[in-house]
T-cell receptor, first 115, second 113 residues
């Protein structure tokens, strides 16, 4: 079956612009996670959803970052007034219903470059 | 707060050598899960194993084995008879009571033919 997909695969933008990154989780997976991965680092948690609601957004670095999942499936990570420090690979992962300790299935990521 | 430390930044071996990747964790939770993921050059993280804090039994899956020791807060990963296809970055991760995953910085394994 289809895995987690993320679009676009690459996004180049200018400082100060607004960007949206999309994640399509595996069908039926209720949990969805967003991470940010900088070069040479592990994934850094940003936010996770159980269904439509954000269960924990404590990893979002500031109020320029926002994420939605209106129908409990596709999710969009939104970054306002982008800064050069936002450049990273943004990863999405989904997990089946049930235990929050389930393994996660990762997408290929979106590489964001802010010039 | 929880923390995962992978002290080895990069390991280089020759094919058929055995290699162990170290993972040390910190948590105050009594219930937690530990994970290993593989990130090949293509980029996508792939799940390898999950272990809960109440099960210290070691696990073997083909050439892969895992040693979980609560006494030393370690969850080490050994690849026996390494192959070039094992070249990747390997991440150890922990999920505790907050349900927020914490990943280590990863260990880059390079297996030379």
């Amino acid at each position: 079956g289809a895995g987690v997909s993320q679009t676009p695969s690459n996004k180049v933008t200018e400082k100060g612009k607004y960007v949206e990154l999309r994640c399509d989780p595996i069908s039926g997976h209720t949990a969805l996670y967003w991470y940010r991965q900088s070069l040479g680092q592990g994934p850094e948690f940003l936010i996770y959803f159980q269904g439509t609601g954000a269960a924990d957004d404590s990893g979002l670095p500031n109020d320029r970052f926002f994420a939605v999942r209106p129908e409990g499936s596709v999710s969009t990570l939104k970054i306002q007034r982008t800064e050069r420090g936002d450049s990273a690979v943004y990863l999405c992962a989904s997990s089946p219903r049930g235990s929050p300790y389930n393994e996660q299935f990762f997408g290929p990521g979106t590489r964001l470059t802010v010039l | 707060a929880q923390k995962v430390t992978q002290a080895q930044t990069e390991i280089s071996v020759v094919e058929k050598e055995d290699v162990t990747l170290d993972c040390v964790y910190e948590t105050r939770d009594t219930t937690y899960y530990l994970f290993w993921y593989k990130q090949p050059p293509s980029g996508e993280l792939v799940f390898l194993i999950r272990r809960n804090s109440f099960d210290e039994q070691n696990e073997i899956s083909g050439r892969y084995s895992w040693n979980f020791q609560k006494s030393t807060s370690s969850f080490n990963f050994t690849i026996t008879a390494s192959q070039v296809v094992d070249s990747a970055v390997y991440f150890c991760a922990l999920i505790g009571g907050s349900y927020i995953p914490t990943f280590g910085r990863g260990t880059s394994l390079i297996v030379h033919p």
